[in-house]
């Protein structure tokens, strides 16, 4: 008589525990659970949190012209409620106590040193911070977001709101993080006595929107090109016509014969725009010149941006008359780029800024593009950055080495706690920030690690060890005597912001190990 398998209870066990072994292994690898993401951002996640005590973040310095609105969020992480105030506070400014805004205007041109002071239930903090009065705003790199690689065209007034609002609720805008920046997409038609280009439908009321981001203790950007039509298929600040009338089926990408830009400059200010993105290639000066002279008539400090991709020939022009250039095409979020032949990716534009080293300074800074970190998704669903963490790291870092503005063009709805938690360190974007406004070169190579410096306003260096390589890197690195450090040095891991043991001696070697595609950001202060 023949048994059936079924029969015999210790083989059906068997058979049992491999089905549900499998299937349990098949939905581990296929359906990844909540709680192991969290594990893989834990893991990755470097910096500490803030503590619950006042801290008095951003930089050290501030530039206004006289007489333009003045609006400055003190930057202060520590449990809420907090209150606010600011000691020597020229005649002309005021504090909200409960918010930290800073408002009013300064008529004359002159040099405040003033003290911020932040206080709640758990401790008190205070900050020098200087109030520069003159000819020149930007006196650090730009910081804040953008919508392009977020929405593209798509953008309309409610979601660059939601931005707004995810800025400061996130508590981004606690680090330093300022400008809500409307890119392609907003132009209408032409209106007024002087032609003044006006908004779209998805942006029903600019000034509006303006004064609500304003209420917030943020910045407005917006976009142009001198050409008569933008990239994105809107009308530019140029046309074919007196009265700028314009059409899709004239739309052209060139300069026309007649220049709105004193026009629209003026519409700006009046709804209260703080930062202008001019787009068109290649630039050339006369209409950097044109746009320059019209903002600054205007009554308003609006930061102005070139984009994209400025000659190097004519840095020293673009230094003059803006206050920050594309140096580059556009970025994509991958370490080389994969796609249209004038994206790159993080490594191809980071790593070869040399040569605009001697251009960048306060008032002026060379711009590699945005920050592509968090979900994005320009010409493509929307998606987490293609970028490893070790090369979003990686980005930060050497962004702040180089002095770039700092723009990100993620949703800032779905900020998943490492994208968070990597852009509010603030002893990274304090390297940014520095007064100096000095930008890193590369000083020396070893192997596949680049090592870069850049000099810093109190007398200390930021050292940032890239590994460009695809596979991990351990140096011993013995040069920073030959590049001109003396003496005992105390070390800070900026992004763990622990201190590491002090170098005695700068010939000594100094031993770093790093990731694939990964960076150590350091700061060496000399020991007193």
């Given at each position: 008589?023949?048994?059936?398998?079924?029969?015999?209870?210790?083989?059906?066990?068997?058979?049992?525990?491999?089905?549900?072994?499998?299937?349990?292994?098949?939905?581990?690898?296929?359906?990844?659970?909540?709680?192991?993401?969290?594990?893989?951002?834990?893991?990755?996640?470097?910096?500490?949190?803030?503590?619950?005590?006042?801290?008095?973040?951003?930089?050290?310095?501030?530039?206004?012209?006289?007489?333009?609105?003045?609006?400055?969020?003190?930057?202060?992480?520590?449990?809420?409620?907090?209150?606010?105030?600011?000691?020597?506070?020229?005649?002309?400014?005021?504090?909200?106590?409960?918010?930290?805004?800073?408002?009013?205007?300064?008529?004359?041109?002159?040099?405040?040193?003033?003290?911020?002071?932040?206080?709640?239930?758990?401790?008190?903090?205070?900050?020098?911070?200087?109030?520069?009065?003159?000819?020149?705003?930007?006196?650090?790199?730009?910081?804040?977001?953008?919508?392009?690689?977020?929405?593209?065209?798509?953008?309309?007034?409610?979601?660059?709101?939601?931005?707004?609002?995810?800025?400061?609720?996130?508590?981004?805008?606690?680090?330093?993080?300022?400008?809500?920046?409307?890119?392609?997409?907003?132009?209408?038609?032409?209106?007024?006595?002087?032609?003044?280009?006006?908004?779209?439908?998805?942006?029903?009321?600019?000034?509006?929107?303006?004064?609500?981001?304003?209420r917030l203790g943020l910045k407005v950007?917006?976009?142009?090109?001198?050409?008569?039509?933008?990239?994105?298929?809107?009308?530019?600040?140029?046309?074919?016509?007196?009265?700028?009338?314009?059409?899709?089926?004239?739309?052209?990408?060139?300069?026309?014969?007649?220049?709105?830009?004193?026009?629209?400059?003026?519409?700006?200010?009046?709804?209260?725009?703080?930062?202008?993105?001019?787009?068109?290639?290649?630039?050339?000066?006369?209409?950097?010149?044109?746009?320059?002279?019209?903002?600054?008539?205007?009554?308003?400090?609006?930061?102005?941006?070139?984009?994209?991709?400025?000659?190097?020939?004519?840095?020293?022009?673009?230094?003059?008359?803006?206050?920050?250039?594309?140096?580059?095409?556009?970025?994509?979020?991958?370490?080389?780029?994969?796609?249209?032949?004038?994206?790159?990716?993080v490594s191809e534009i980071g790593f070869?800024?040399?040569?605009?080293?001697?251009?960048?300074?306060?008032?002026?800074?060379?711009?590699?593009?945005?920050?592509?970190?968090?979900?994005?998704?320009?010409?493509?669903?929307?998606?987490?950055?293609?970028?490893?963490?070790?090369?979003?790291?990686?980005?930060?870092?050497?962004?702040?080495?180089?002095?770039?503005?700092?723009?990100?063009?993620?949703?800032?709805?779905?900020?998943?706690?490492?994208?968070?938690?990597?852009?509010s360190n603030d002893e990274v974007l304090?390297?940014?920030?520095?007064?100096?406004?000095?930008?890193?070169?590369?000083?020396?190579?070893?192997?596949?690690?680049?090592?870069?410096?850049?000099?810093?306003?109190?007398?200390?260096?930021?050292?940032?060890?890239?590994?460009?390589?695809?596979?991990?890197?351990?140096?011993?690195?013995?040069?920073?005597?030959?590049?001109?450090?003396?003496?005992?040095?105390?070390?800070?891991?900026?992004?763990?912001?622990?201190?590491?043991?002090?170098?005695?001696?700068?010939?000594?070697?100094?031993?770093?190990?790093?990731?694939?595609?990964?960076?150590?950001?350091?700061?060496?202060?000399?020991?007193?």
């Amino acid at each position: 008589m023949h048994v059936s398998q079924a029969a015999n209870p210790k083989l059906m066990l068997q058979i049992t525990s491999r089905i549900i072994f499998s299937f349990a292994l098949w939905v581990g690898l296929m359906l990844p659970s909540a709680k192991t993401q969290a594990q893989v951002d834990a893991a990755v996640i470097l910096t500490p949190r803030a503590p619950r005590t006042p801290r008095i973040n951003g930089p050290d310095i501030f530039g206004v012209r006289p007489r333009s609105p003045f609006l400055y969020t003190i930057p202060a992480t520590g449990d809420r409620p907090m209150r606010f105030s600011v000691a020597q506070l020229p005649n002309g400014l005021r504090v909200d106590s409960k918010t930290g805004q800073i408002t009013g205007k300064l008529n004359q041109k002159g040099e405040y040193m003033v003290t911020l002071q932040a206080n709640n239930a758990l401790g008190a903090a205070e900050k020098k911070f200087r109030i520069v009065c003159g000819d020149q705003i930007a006196l650090t790199p730009p910081m804040g977001w953008n919508s392009w690689a977020c929405f593209a065209v798509s953008a309309d007034q409610e979601k660059v709101l939601a931005a707004a609002r995810a800025m400061a609720t996130s508590g981004l805008i606690n680090h330093g993080w300022t400008y809500i920046n409307i890119d392609d997409g907003w132009q209408g038609k032409r209106a007024g006595r002087d032609h003044a280009l006006q908004s779209n439908k998805k942006f029903p009321d600019l000034k509006r929107l303006c004064d609500e981001i304003h209420r917030l203790g943020l910045k407005v950007g917006i976009y142009s090109t001198p050409w008569i039509t933008s990239y994105g298929g809107y009308p530019g600040s140029s046309s074919g016509n007196s009265a700028g009338l314009w059409s899709k089926a004239h739309s052209q990408r060139r300069p026309g014969n007649y220049s709105f830009a004193r026009a629209d400059a003026n519409q700006w200010a009046a709804w209260g725009i703080d930062y202008l993105k001019y787009d068109w290639y290649p630039n050339d000066l006369p209409h950097v010149m044109e746009m320059s002279k019209a903002l600054q008539q205007s009554g308003r400090d609006i930061v102005f941006s070139l984009s994209s991709a400025a000659p190097l020939d004519q840095a020293a022009d673009w230094a003059r008359w803006a206050n920050g250039w594309r140096i580059t095409s556009d970025i994509r979020d991958e370490w080389i780029a994969s796609g249209p032949s004038w994206e790159y990716g993080v490594s191809e534009i980071g790593f070869n800024e040399d040569a605009w080293a001697p251009f960048a300074g306060p008032g002026h800074w060379n711009d590699p593009d945005t920050l592509v970190v968090g979900q994005v998704a320009w010409r493509q669903a929307p998606h987490k950055s293609h970028l490893t963490p070790d090369e979003q790291y990686t980005q930060i870092s050497l962004w702040c080495m180089l002095s770039a503005p700092l723009l990100i063009s993620c949703n800032l709805e779905e900020l998943d706690p490492f994208t968070l938690n990597l852009l509010s360190n603030d002893e990274v974007l304090a390297i940014d920030q520095d007064a100096l406004g000095k930008q890193a070169v590369r000083c020396a190579t070893v192997g596949a690690v680049d090592v870069y410096v850049k000099d810093l306003e109190d007398g200390s260096r930021a050292v940032g060890f890239f590994n460009r390589d695809s596979t991990g890197q351990t140096i011993a690195f013995n040069k920073l005597g030959y590049l001109g450090f003396t003496g005992r040095q105390h070390v800070r891991d900026l992004w763990r912001q622990t201190d590491l043991p002090d170098l005695m001696d700068p010939k000594d070697p100094f031993k770093v190990t790093l990731p694939a595609h990964g960076v150590q950001l350091d700061k060496f202060t000399p020991a007193k």
